[in-house]
């Protein structure tokens, strides 16, 4: 065990940097979970004097490059664990 994320799911690391290295989505089945728990470790790390990097991997940016050329009529997009409505 490495000690940096307690049982509880929280951020146990103290002052530790620790780098995610993308690809969040579209390996499980809760993709838009896995981005809110990291999200989640960034904020409770800086609370505690330590810092989360995440970095895009190539499956965030094709999805970030869907987003931005959907046209507002497409159907949702059913992503791992959440549904993104065209804007």
Do not use: C
């Not at 809760?30 to 990097?53: H, I, M, N, P, Y």
Request: glycine fraction near 16%; aromatic fraction near 6%.
């Amino acid at each position: 065990r490495s000690g940096l994320i307690g049982f509880s799911g929280d951020w146990a690391a103290r002052d530790a940097h620790v780098v995610f290295l993308g690809d969040y989505m579209d390996r499980g089945p809760d993709g838009v979970g896995v981005v809110r728990f990291v999200r989640k470790l960034e904020g409770q790390s800086a609370a505690a004097g330590g810092r989360v990097t995440a970095l895009l991997g190539n499956h965030e940016v094709m999805l970030l490059a869907f987003i931005i050329i959907m046209p507002p009529e497409a159907a949702p997009l059913n992503l791992p664990g959440g549904v993104l409505q065209g804007t």
